[in-house]
C-alpha cells in the first residue's frame, strides 16, 4: 500500500470494540478526580497529576500500565488511560468520553488511529518530500500520544519511550510501525532518566539501542533458497518439515483455507476467539501466538518488529546473524513455535482440550531440547542448562 512513498498503514482485523459506557468496562479501574478538578482534562489536558486525584476504586488496585476509567466528582466516567502508581502523572488521559468508540478502552485501536492520524497529518504537510525523507511522524502530547517520540529517517524509524505504558505497549507499537510501508528498520530507545521518574529502572537494559531490521525479502528466488535453509536443513523431524512447508505455502487447513475449499465452518481463531483463523494470524498475530513470539525474545535478549506475513516471518529471522553456537538451535525457534500452536489449536478444535500458554512456553521449551538432541528432556539440570544458554545477548 506503498502511495509515491509514502507511508500508509496496513489495516488490523476488525474486532469488536468496548465502550466506556458498557459493562466492557467492568472490572476497570476507576481513578476519581477531585471535585472542581475535571475541567481541565475536559479541556484536552491528557495530564493527570496525582493531586487532582481523589481516590482509586478498584479491586485488585491498577498498577502501572494499566488502563483505567478517569472520572469526575460523582464518579461518572469522563474518559480513559494508562495508570501509573509511580508518577506524578498519575494518569496519562488518551481519550474523552465523547470521542471515538470503537477505541475505547482499547489500547491497540487507539494506537493505529492515533498513529493513523499522524501519517495524515505529515501527509498532508507534504511528508516525506522530495527534500526530505527525515521528520517526526509522532510528537507525543501532539499527536495525543503522551510519552511516545517517533521519528523516521529513511526507512529507519527511530521510537523515543519516555512512559511506562509505551513500555507496556513496545510491541503494539513496533508492530504498528512495522505495518507502515518504506519501514524496514525499527529502533526502540527508552529514556531511562524519564522513565526511572515513572518507575521503571532500565539502566541495566543491556542493549538499549538494539536495532532490529524487518528484513522483507522481495526477491522470489532469494526467498525460495532461504525457505530451502530454513526449512529442510534444520534438525526438526521430517514431518514438522513438511508441516512448515505447507504452512509457508500458507496452505495448511486453517479455518479460511478450509471456507475457500468449500467447506462450511465457522471461522474463529480457536486460540483468542477474536479474530478469523489464517495463516498468518495464527502463527505471528493471534496474542497467543504473540506472547510465545515474545518469550523467545525476552529469553534471548532480542527486539523484534513482527513482519505482516508468514514468510516474511521465516526470511527475517533466517537472515538474522547470530552466534554459530546457537544457530542451529535459532532456526528451529519459528518451527518450534508453530509447531505447537498448531497442535494446540487441533487440540482445542477437536478435542475440546485447552492448555494454559504458560505451559505451552514450557512445552515449546522441551520441544526444542529433544530436536536439539534428538532425545526427550532427561534431567533437569541438563535442561535448565540448556535454557540458559539461549540468550544472544552475553
Ligand atoms: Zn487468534
Same mark, same amino acid.
Given at each position: ?42 479541556? $484536552?489536558? *491528557?495530564?493527570?497529576?496525582?493531586? %487532582?486525584?481523589?481516590? /482509586? ?7 502501572? &500500565?494499566? @488502563? ?5 466528582g ?7 488511560g494508562?495508570?501509573n ?30 498513529i ?5 497529518l505529515?501527509?498532508?504537510l $507534504?511528508? *516525506?518530500?522530495?527534500?526530505?525523507? %527525515?521528520?517526526?511522524? /509522532? ?7 503522551? &510519552?511516545? @517520540? ?15 505504558w ?14 507502515l510501508?518504506?519501514?524496514k ?6 529514556t ?42 534444520t ?23 478450509l ?12 486460540m ?6 489464517s ?12 506472547r ?21 516471518a ?8 547470530v ?5 542451529r ?21 477437536f ?11 514450557s ?18 539440570g ?10 544472544l545477548?552475553r
Amino acid at each position: 500500500m506503498l502511495v509515491s512513498g509514502r507511508l500508509m498503514l496496513r489495516s488490523l482485523s476488525p474486532s469488536t470494540p468496548p465502550t466506556l459506557a458498557s459493562n466492557h468496562s467492568a472490572g476497570v479501574a476507576k481513578v476519581v478526580l477531585k471535585k472542581g478538578k475535571t475541567q481541565l482534562f475536559k479541556d $484536552g489536558s *491528557p495530564m493527570v497529576y496525582s493531586g %487532582a486525584v481523589d481516590r /482509586v476504586i478498584g479491586r485488585p488496585p491498577p498498577i502501572t &500500565g494499566d @488502563i483505567v476509567l478517569v472520572a469526575d466528582g460523582s464518579e461518572k466516567p469522563i474518559g480513559w488511560g494508562f495508570y501509573n502508581s509511580t508518577s506524578m502523572f498519575r494518569v496519562r488521559l488518551m481519550q474523552l468520553q465523547d470521542e471515538d468508540p470503537s477505541c475505547a478502552l482499547n489500547a491497540e485501536k487507539l494506537l493505529e488511529t492515533r498513529i493513523v492520524a499522524a501519517v495524515k497529518l505529515r501527509h498532508n504537510l $507534504g511528508l *516525506p518530500s522530495a527534500h526530505t525523507n %527525515a521528520y517526526r511522524l /509522532v510528537n507525543s502530547e501532539g499527536d495525543r500520544l503522551s &510519552g511516545l @517520540i517517533v521519528d523516521i529517517f529513511g526507512d529507519l524509524a527511530v521510537i523515543a519511550s519516555s512512559a511506562a505504558w509505551v513500555q507496556t505497549y513496545q510491541h503494539q507499537i513496533m508492530d504498528c510501525l512495522s505495518r507502515l510501508n518504506n519501514i524496514k528498520r525499527i529502533s526502540w530507545r527508552p529514556t531511562v532518566e524519564i522513565l526511572k521518574e515513572e518507575g521503571l529502572d532500565l539502566s541495566d537494559l543491556k542493549k538499549p539501542d538494539l536495532i532490529i531490521p524487518q528484513t522483507m525479502v522481495k526477491d522470489q528466488n532469494t526467498s525460495k533458497k532461504i525457505y530451502w535453509k530454513l526449512v529442510w536443513r534444520t534438525r526438526q523431524p521430517l514431518r514438522v518439515t513438511c508441516f512448515i512447508w505447507t504452512a509457508l505455502k500458507e496452505a495448511c487447513l486453517t479455518q479460511d483455507n478450509l471456507r475457500r475449499r468449500g467447506v462450511i465452518v465457522v471461522n474463529m481463531c480457536a486460540m483468542c476467539k477474536q479474530a478469523n483463523e489464517s495463516v498468518n494470524h495464527l502463527f505471528l498475530h493471534c496474542p497467543a501466538a504473540a506472547r510465545l513470539w515474545y518469550f523467545f525474545y525476552s529469553m534471548l535478549g532480542l527486539q523484534w518488529a513482527m513482519p505482516f506475513n508468514i514468510k516474511d516471518a521465516y526470511a527475517s529471522w533466517i537472515l538474522w546473524r547470530v552466534d554459530k553456537s546457537i544457530k542451529r538451535i535459532w532456526r528451529m525457534i519459528p518451527a518450534v513455535i508453530f509447531w505447537n500452536l498448531w497442535k494446540e489449536r487441533n487440540s482445542r478444535c477437536f478435542e475440546g482440550i485447552s492448555t494454559p500458554i504458560c505451559s505451552l512456553k514450557s512445552r515449546c521449551l522441551a520441544t526444542l531440547y529433544s530436536w536439539h538432541f534428538f532425545a526427550p528432556v532427561n534431567s533437569v539440570g541438563n535442561f535448565l542448562d540448556f535454557v540458559s544458554s539461549l540468550s544472544l545477548v552475553r
